[in-house]
């Protein structure tokens, strides 16, 4: 769907239903460099051969579909594509997930399409050390066109799970580095966001690793230098209540100096609560750090981190337990040098039931908000995108 950024007002709607005539789950968009085409990704049932990659491409303007391009792995069997990105250029888009490969399990699947026409470019494979579960699950282009890079997690041998990191060149999809990350735990680490920094020199990746049976999983965020891969600095994170802390999302600010990460720390009295930080982007020390508990007082959950277009204000998102109406988006804001508290704003659907947020996207004056809401038996769960002044 399109909306008018200002109003809100309906521009466009399309629809894609895949081959197989069953379920299909868009799970990423992404938008040209000029805005005149919109990418949507996910995974489509294909009939026989179950779930595939679809990636759709879209005029901006007036949703006229431009092509359909999909991805069926080596193993015939499913496919799921998790995020999307564009080459600075607007000539190329590329798609990561992870993709059955028969009797290796899942594999990274990474492929570049031409953004014209949607012809295939190339495509790369990720089989991780025991040919086990290998997922990748967040995929960034650098701002010079030169590199991809993907992160998730994958079955290493020994260390279990581990956070690898892939650089691919954005011409050929000849691999450039590859890093993993070994949590003190020696056990699992899962990388969920990759994030690159504006001079294109830094990547930067969060997510969850085990820490030991003392505080279980921490946030662990880590700095690669993104022409080598060599590591430039890590930042765990283990919230008050010595439990369960999951970084969910990292962004950079505009200026290059800081990384701005968002997830879900326990708190102990307050259970679950959204912790964002703001990290040094040189260095990783520790700029700031800021938890939310939300209204209710109980489980508080952050899928999405956004700055604005100054750098001077970050937001998170997802939802917060809120009573009577169970979970709500609830978006909290901070200024973005000192953590200073912004407020927060919460929406609760028209059915009073449980709303999910999942995604942000910020401009220089609003934020966007969407995910899926309650709205009572008659729809039961629809879609819901809330716009906020900055």
């Not at 495509?123 to 991809?148: C, E, I, M, T, W």
């Not at 000849?174 to 990759?194: E, F, L």
């Not at 999983?217 to 919230?239: P, V």
């Amino acid at each position: 769907m399109a909306y008018n950024a200002s109003s809100g007002t309906l521009l466009w709607v399309k629809r894609y239903n895949g081959v197989g005539n069953l379920d299909d789950y868009a799970k990423w968009i992404g938008v040209s460099p000029d805005g005149s085409k919109v990418y949507v990704t996910g995974y489509s049932y294909g009939g026989a051969i179950s779930y595939d990659y679809a990636t759709v491409a879209y005029n901006a303007t007036s949703g006229t579909l431009l092509w359909v391009k999909r991805y069926n792995g080596v193993g015939n069997l499913d496919d799921y594509a998790k995020s999307i990105g564009v080459s600075p250029d607007g000539t190329k888009v590329f798609v990561t997930g992870y993709s059955y490969g028969g009797a290796i399990g899942y594999d990274y699947a990474t492929v570049a399409y031409n953004a014209s026409t949607g012809g295939s470019l190339w495509g790369k494979r990720f089989d991780g050390v025991n040919h086990g579960a290998d997922y990748a699950y967040s995929l960034a282009v650098s701002p010079n066109g030169s590199r991809v890079f993907v992160t998730g997690y994958a079955n290493m041998g020994a260390t279990g799970n581990d956070y690898v990191t892939i650089a691919y060149a954005t011409g050929t999809g000849a691999t450039v580095w590859g890093k993993s990350y070994i949590g003190p735990g020696n056990s699992s680490d899962y990388g969920y966001s990759v994030a690159v920094s504006p001079d294109s020199s830094k990547v930067f990746v969060t997510g969850e690793s085990y820490g030991g049976g003392s505080t279980g999983y921490d946030y662990a965020t880590i700095g690669i230098n993104a022409t080598t891969g060599g590591s430039l600095w890590l930042r765990r994170y283990n919230g008050p209540g010595n439990s369960t802390d999951s970084g969910q999302s990292v962004v950079v600010s505009p200026d290059g100096s800081k990384v701005f990460v968002t997830g879900w720390s326990y708190g102990s009295t307050t259970s679950y609560d959204y912790a964002t930080f703001a990290y040094n982007s040189s260095t990783g020390s520790t700029v700031w750090g800021q938890r939310y508990n939300g209204p209710g007082n109980s489980s508080d959950y952050a899928f999405a981190v956004g700055v604005t277009l100054d750098g001077s204000e970050v937001f998170a998102t997802g939802y917060a337990y809120n009573g009577a109406s169970g979970y709500d988006y609830a978006s909290a804001g901070y200024d973005a040098g000192t953590g200073g508290s912004l407020g927060a704003r919460v929406y609760n659907g028209p059915a009073n039931g449980s709303d999910y947020a999942f995604a942000m996207a910020v401009s220089s004056t609003i934020v966007f908000i969407t995910g899926e809401s309650y709205g009572g038996s008659a729809t039961d769960y629809d879609y819901a995108t809330a716009a906020y002044a900055i």
